[in-house]
Each structure stands twice: as C-alpha cells, then as structure tokens.
Nanobody
Framework: QVQLVESGGGVLQPGGSLRLSCAAS????????MGWYRQAPGKQREVVAT???????NYADSAKGRFTISRDNAKNTIYLQMNSLKPENTTVYYC????????????WGQGTQVTVSS
C-alpha cells in the first residue's frame, strides 16, 4: 500500500508561483510513475504532469513552459513548481502513483487546493 500526502496549496494572486509537494510512504519512485492531476468541481480528473521511473517528464499543454515536475529520491517526495499562475489554474491538485505491472494500480493523495485570485 502506497500513501501519498500533498502539501503546499494556498491562495495567491495571478502571476505568482507555488510549489506543491507530495510525500510518499517509502522509496517508490523506482517502481511507480508519479504524476500530478487536477480536478475541478463537476469535471473529470485530468493530468497536469507525469514523471516516469527513468526520469522522463510529460506535461499537459496548459502546463508546458510554466510548470515543472521533479523529485527528491532521498526525501521520497515529488514536487510541482507552478509559475505564472492564472485564475484558471484554481482547483484541487492530486498526486498519483501508478504501476502497470503485474496489474494496474493507482494510489492517490488527498489533494491540495490552489486558488489564484486577485
């Protein structure tokens, strides 16, 4: 069982920056693809950025150039650095750990709220 705990959300003005953190319960990055997702009320959860075991990253178009996903193996923590935030970035952000073999498994954190407002 993997446990994930997000932190770092908050309220900030447009144009600001925020770094979200996701602490995992142990050394899982060599076995799981990690990701950040967002989910607005009444909408499906959608990917923001992913980080594979080998270190490859992938971003949603809306995140490219502004957001950066990274990890600290020693701290069992992944991050999402978000810059130039916009009001439309307001939502709950979730951390995910995914493993596809021998069967698909996903573990989610509880989410952290980000509010961008003037």
């Amino acid at each position: 069982q993997v446990q994930l705990v997000e932190s770092g959300g908050g309220v900030l003005q447009p144009g600001g920056s925020l770094r979200l953190s996701c602490a995992a319960s142990g050394s899982i990055f060599n076995r799981y693809t990690m990701g950040w997702y967002r989910q607005a009320p009444g909408k499906q959860r959608e990917v923001v950025a992913t980080l594979t075991r080998s270190g490859s990253t992938n971003y949603a178009d809306s995140a490219k150039g502004r957001f950066t996903i990274s990890r600290d193996n020693a701290k069992n923590t992944i991050y999402l650095q978000m810059n130039s935030l916009k009001p439309e970035n307001t939502t709950v952000y979730y951390c995910d750990a995914e493993k596809v073999s021998p069967y698909l498994r996903n573990y989610w954190g509880q989410g952290t709220q980000v509010t961008v407002s003037s």
